[in-house]
Protein backbone atom coordinates (compact mmCIF):
# COMPACT_ATOMS: atom_id res chain seq x y z
CA UNK A 1 0.00 0.00 0.00
CA UNK A 2 2.86 2.37 -0.65
CA UNK A 3 2.52 3.86 -3.48
CA UNK A 4 3.60 7.60 -4.69
CA UNK A 5 1.32 8.70 -7.25
CA UNK A 6 -1.62 6.84 -5.01
CA UNK A 7 -0.67 9.27 -2.36
CA UNK A 8 -0.70 12.15 -4.43
CA UNK A 9 -3.66 11.45 -6.22
CA UNK A 10 -5.16 10.50 -2.91
CA UNK A 11 -4.51 12.74 0.31
CA UNK A 12 -6.71 10.56 1.89
CA UNK A 13 -4.60 7.34 1.83
CA UNK A 14 -1.80 9.96 2.69
CA UNK A 15 -4.04 10.79 6.03
CA UNK A 16 -4.74 7.40 6.50
CA UNK A 17 -1.30 6.17 6.52
CA UNK A 18 0.27 8.45 8.47
CA UNK A 19 -2.73 8.37 11.16
Known sequence: M???PSL???P???R???G
Open 8 to 10: SAR
Open 2 to 4: ISP
Open 16 to 18: FQF
Open 12 to 14: AIK
